[in-house]
């Protein structure tokens, strides 16, 4: 079933095919025994919430119709006798129809709210999700590395530990109203746009090394930025012995030679191995004893999956599985784990 069926009628009917989990071989079996003791257990309960949602949500969409239409009726009757309603079935449209799949978003966010925490202790005890927490914005802002922003929204939040390394994670997305100038014909108006600078995830780990400085690495910003600036945001920049890294990345720093220390040989060449891993779209900085990582990703890491699949969350759990190794690697290849340095 997919939204036009749905519209059109087609039957609604719980689901109750085979489960399938897509997992390395590795991971396999103790993903199926978790999903089996903890999960299986509360499909067939969500699975009839879900199809009870969609049938609330059909009997809404046929009551917003004739309501629609009566409108509709009216604004023909007004017309007839000079008096303007057309504006009333399009309001009544736009706020019938947000009205009518409320049920299908109620059943997400239990999904949100009551499943996922259970998905996420799979990868230890100590793991959290929650859409309520959020990162401090303020510390963010000040490691130098987000782009200008008016307004900041955030999304899932995963906290736990991995290998004795602090992780958290949590979505965001950064929006900007900009002023440009239209033209049509030969007038000229200003008109505000909203873009969007920064959607992704924001990564922060702890380390095993100190340090007091701050340095930032950010993307290299190509060659006439890079000559005609030696700072960022009063960062000093940082020449570094790699070509390579230095063609990637542009590194800045309020400690030359701390930076120096922590972007050694061997971490600058983890560091490009990772940013390889994500589609070479990654900067990060060293603040305040963290390491802060910012990840661009045009979509959620942890969707739910349609309305008008089955509600047995192994599509779900395979995939928060795939994202969730994705970074717990960047530990790995870091090596943010070990004693040794960065």
């Known amino acids: 079933m997919n939204i036009f069926s749905f519209i059109l009628g087609s039957p609604i009917k719980a689901q109750r095919q085979a489960v399938t989990l897509l997992a390395e071989p590795s991971d396999k079996a103790s993903l199926q025994h978790y999903y089996d003791t903890h999960l299986a257990p509360l499909a067939a309960r969500y699975e009839t919430k879900r199809v009870n949602s969609l049938k609330a949500t059909r009997k809404r969409l046929s009551l917003s119709l004739v309501i629609v239409a009566g409108l509709a009726l009216l604004a023909l009757l007004g017309h007839s006798r000079g008096i303007m309603l057309f ?7 736009l706020v019938l129809g947000f009205w009518s ?12 709210r009551d499943i996922y925490p259970i998905m996420f202790k799979y990868f230890g005890e100590d793991f959290i999700y929650n859409r309520e927490i959020r990162l401090d914005m303020n510390r963010l802002t000040a490691a130098k590395v987000l ?8 999304g899932d939040y995963i906290q736990g530990q991995y290998k004795g390394v602090d992780l958290v994670v949590n979505e965001l997305t950064l929006t900007k109203d900009v002023r440009v100038d239209e033209w049509h014909g030969n007038k000229r108006r200003t008109v505000t746009r909203t873009e969007t600078p920064f959607r992704g995830t924001v990564v ?8 007091v400085g701050h340095t930032v690495v950010l ?3 190509g060659g006439l930025a890079n000559f005609l600036s030696d700072s960022h ?21 309020t400690d030359q030679i701390e930076a120096r220390y922590l972007l050694n040989t ?27 990582l910012f ?47 960065l």
């Open 87 to 93: 504006p009333l079935p399009l309001i009544g449209l």
């Open 101 to 112: 799949f409320e049920p299908t978003r109620q059943f997400t966010r239990q999904v949100q």
């Open 147 to 154: 782009p200008d922003y008016d307004k900041a929204s955030f």
């Open 204 to 211: 922060e780990l702890s380390s095993h090394k100190r340090f």
């Open 219 to 221: 993307k290299d910003r």
């Open 233 to 253: 945001s009063g960062l000093q920049r940082v020449k570094l012995e790699d070509p390579l890294f230095e063609k990637e990345f542009d590194v800045f720093s």
């Open 266 to 292: 061997a971490f600058m060449e983890r560091l490009q191995q990772l940013a390889r891993y994500f589609d070479d779209d990654i900067q990060c900085a060293f603040f305040r004893n963290r390491l802060l």
């Open 295 to 341: 990840l661009p990703n045009r979509r959620s890491r942890f969707q739910n999956r349609s309305i008008f699949d089955s509600a047995n969350f192994s599509a779900e759990f395979s995939q928060l599985n795939r994202e969730m190794k994705q970074l717990f690697a960047i530990i790995e290849v870091l090596k943010l784990n070990e004693h040794t340095g």
